[in-house]
């Protein structure tokens, strides 16, 4: 069955200490991974697509990084604007092209 | 270029009734999936819509059901409302129809209390 696994739940930082988000996945043919981040009561927001291993993409503070059963969000030195959840989804090619979200990492950084 | 818009935001139902969420897609999108996420979960997916069919279900009762118009705008319906249903309903948008390997674009969400 297809899974997609983030750790950890959730993790508190002080401002300026950086960290690294993990999303495992077990797919039967991956098409896409995909990095979104979550204000509380509103809608998911894209972050990055990644496609191959060895792929990477950075945007500001944000770097993710991707392996053949894993992808990382690396981020550093955050500021307390990056307080979020971040969700890590798939894309299959199960015949309805669905996203498989995992639960999400609740990152709040101290000031 | 305007975004997903969804409504209404918040609303609540009780338990039997019927209720139906509106999305309008992101310009220049025909494609538009429905997401329901409840608390502290990641989004599920409900189904996809390109070109006014049905092209993709998840593991959702034959109740939640919706329609694609024209302009690529959708519905989510959803009959005999249970308390599970509560939740943080998302419409998505996207380009490329069954062949898209692009990221998806929420909207806001509809809030949905079951009492």
């Known amino acids: 069955e297809d899974q997609v696994t983030q750790s950890p739940e959730a993790l508190r930082l002080q401002e300026g200490e950086s960290s690294s988000l993990n999303c495992s996945y077990t797919v039967s043919g991956l098409r896409g991974l995909f990095w979104y981040r979550q204000d509380p009561g509103k809608g998911p927001e894209f972050l990055f697509t990644l496609y191959s291993a060895g792929e990477e993409k950075e945007k500001e503070r944000l770097k993710a990084t991707l392996t053949k059963k894993e992808s990382f969000l690396h981020i550093t030195a955050p500021k307390p604007e990056d307080s979020a959840t971040y969700l890590c989804?798939?894309?299959?090619?199960?015949?309805?092209?669905?996203?498989?979200f995992g639960t999400g990492t609740r990152l709040k950084v101290l000031a | 270029e305007t975004g997903v818009t969804q409504s209404p935001t918040h609303l609540i139902k009780t338990r039997g009734q019927q209720v139906t969420l509106r999305c309008s897609s992101q310009?220049?999108?025909?494609?538009v999936s429905w997401y329901q996420q409840a608390l502290g979960q990641g989004p599920q997916f409900i189904f996809q819509y390109y070109r006014e069919e049905e092209n993709g279900r998840g593991n959702f009762p034959p109740r939640f059901s919706g329609l694609q118009f024209p302009n690529y705008s959708s519905e989510l319906n959803v009959n005999a409302l249970e308390l599970d249903d509560s939740a943080l309903y998302l419409c998505?948008?996207?380009?490329?129809?069954?062949?898209?390997?692009?990221?998806?674009?929420f909207g806001e969400g509809s809030r949905l209390t079951v009492l």
């Open positions: 998505a948008s996207s380009a490329g129809g069954g062949t898209n390997t692009g990221e998806l674009f």
């Open positions: 989804a798939v894309q299959t090619p199960s015949g309805t092209y669905k996203y498989i």
């Open positions: 310009s220049g999108h025909n494609t």
